[in-house]
């Protein structure tokens, strides 16, 4: 539709019509006090090429990861992304195409979905993935909800060394769901299998991240081990692209592998939107969340995909529906299984790889530099925390001064950790980048 | 292979489509043969745990279909004996013999007296007649 603008000669007659002498008149039941009381200042009308001029300048200001040197992660990684994976999308049927209700129609977006199933359950070890999710928060809150139906328990667990925005939506919708939300301190930057434990009696489900918020490997054997002690359900919050390196969750005993599917296929875009991926074992499956691609037979023989246990579904099970989103993020999904498609196992490994050894090698520099690590002792995978000697804060933003992007300042987050700046290292940069990084948090 | 419509005299009934068959202090219950044609064929059966209390008018299961998800109400009050492992294997025995093979569960009466209050065969009918 396009955007016209009401005339006074429309208002009149809208006004006539339903018997109001004033714009006035028609909000009069609306007390004087909370009533904005003048014209808005926006200013003179701009014709089109001066708004052009003035949007296009706004728009400048925006930066990226092409024109400023970025080692920000903490959830949204600046991997490369392949021309594959923009030429696959925006083909028309599928950048296009809309729910596929109807699966005579809509063969092609199905089997994508139902391969981007497959990729997830092949990483992650699980039995079954549905299309995706929202992104890699949401989908913390539906493994809640699958588990506290699948157990009958009230309390969810969840690892402090899981990102905190994780965090702050699963206890955002925990009192809807009739959860308690019970979060387990991390000692020297990784979790506890013995705190866990005994944090974990009565709960549902217990969600922990590997590699974690500090970018450190979890003891995640011990951890879903321990969790499963308590016969509560372990849940695995992984990035996709450290599976070509680290063992899938289904093979240490998760329950559910849950995350965020940006770094595998999607750019950083300001964070946002991106994919959630959700996999559970085969148990859970009449309890998982959103909507799932089955592979049939259609009624001459033929292999055919179709949505399949909608019946989980809120158009059909309404208010015993296992989530309130059905609506899932097929385009960028299929940017994740493009994306995966290309790379194949040996590509992730390597890619995993570079960002370890990229992340050894800034790590070194830094130590030489006289930084300090925060937990020297860990094992880590793209992403490390260094203190660097004064308010982490006031460091980034000098370098940010001069183009660099040095990390993520984790005193947000971390009372006690005011200092100290996560950095990510993603195969997108060079030992020259890291020159910079250097430069930018050796303390003076 | 689906039965055909009956309503046997010795069942009691519950008119959100549940029947009872009592006997002694225990009762076997199950989903009448309207409940099962209304859905189609049973795909999937979400039953109580054993030990389980179940109240009068309130869902102790879930029964799918392809094409929806129904609440099975319990008749009668009591605990879960036993649940029916077959049409947990087999929903779709629900289908072929509602009142036979295809019991859901069965319980230890919390109230005899609450078998006073269940419709018998020919008012259930009216119920069924009315739907």
Known sequence: ?444 | MAATESYPDDLKYHKEHDWARVDGDDALLGITWFAQDALGELVHYEPPNQGDTISRDSPYGEVESVKAVSDVIAPLSGEILEVNQKVVDEPETVNADPYGEGWLVRIKLGDPSEVDSLLDADAYKQVVAAS
């Open chain 1, 1 to 444: 539709m396009s955007y016209l603008s009401l005339t006074e000669r429309d208002r009149d007659e809208m006004l006539a019509t339903i018997g109001v002498s004033s714009v006035d008149e028609l909000f009069r039941d609306i007390p004087a006090g909370v009533r904005f009381d003048r014209e808005l200042d926006l200013g003179p009308p701009l014709h089109e090429q001066e708004l052009s001029r003035h949007l296009e300048e706004l728009a400048a200001r925006n930066v990226d990861t092409t024109r400023e040197l970025s080692f920000l992660g903490a959830g949204i990684y600046d991997h490369y992304v392949p021309a594959v994976v923009d030429a696959v999308l925006q083909r028309g049927e599928l950048l296009t195409a809309y729910t596929p209700y109807q699966p005579e129609m809509s063969q092609g977006v199905l089997q994508a979905i139902f391969e981007y199933q497959t990729a997830i359950c092949e990483l992650t070890g699980m039995e079954v993935s549905n299309a995706s999710g929202y992104d890699g928060t949401t989908v913390g809150a539906d493994a809640c909800f699958v588990a506290k139906h699948a157990t009958g328990r009230k309390k969810v667990v969840i690892t402090e060394a899981t990102s905190p925005q994780v965090r702050q939506v699963v206890k955002t919708y925990a009192p809807g769901f009739g959860l308690d939300v019970v979060e387990v301190p991390h000692r020297d930057g990784v979790t506890s299998p013995d705190d866990l434990r005994r944090a974990s009696s009565d709960a549902a489900c217990v969600i922990f991240q590997q590699p974690n918020f500090f970018g450190c490997l979890e003891p995640a054997p011990d951890l879903a081990a321990a969790a499963k002690d308590a016969e509560a359900i372990p849940v695995a919050h992984v990035d996709l692209l450290s599976l070509g390196l680290l063992e899938a969750p289904g093979a240490y005993g998760c329950g559910m592998a849950i995350g965020e599917g940006q770094s595998a296929g999607n750019y950083q875009s300001f964070a946002g939107p991106h994919y959630g991926f959700l996999a559970a074992r085969g148990e859970y499956i009449r309890r998982m969340p959103g909507r799932i691609v089955g592979e049939t037979l259609d009624a001459a023989g033929e292999r055919g995909y179709v949505l399949t246990l909608q019946t989980r579904e809120q158009h059909i099970r309404r208010e015993k529906a296992t989530s309130n989103i059905t609506t899932n993020q097929t385009l960028l999904a299929l940017a994740g299984l493009v994306y995966l498609s290309w790379l194949g196992p040996q590509g992730l490994r390597e890619v995993g790889e570079t960002c370890m050894a990229l992340g050894e090698y800034a790590k070194r520099r830094l130590i030489d530099a006289g930084a300090e690590l925060v937990f020297p002792e860990q094992t880590t995978f793209k992403e490390f925390a260094v203190r660097v000697g004064r308010s982490a804060t006031e460091a980034i933003r000098d370098a940010r001064g001069r183009g660099v992007h040095p990390g993520y300042a984790l005193g947000r987050d971390y009372p006690g950790l005011d200092d100290a700046v996560l950095v990510a290292l993603t195969e997108r940069r060079t030992t020259q980048d890291v020159d910079c990084l250097v430069e930018a948090l050796a303390p003076r």
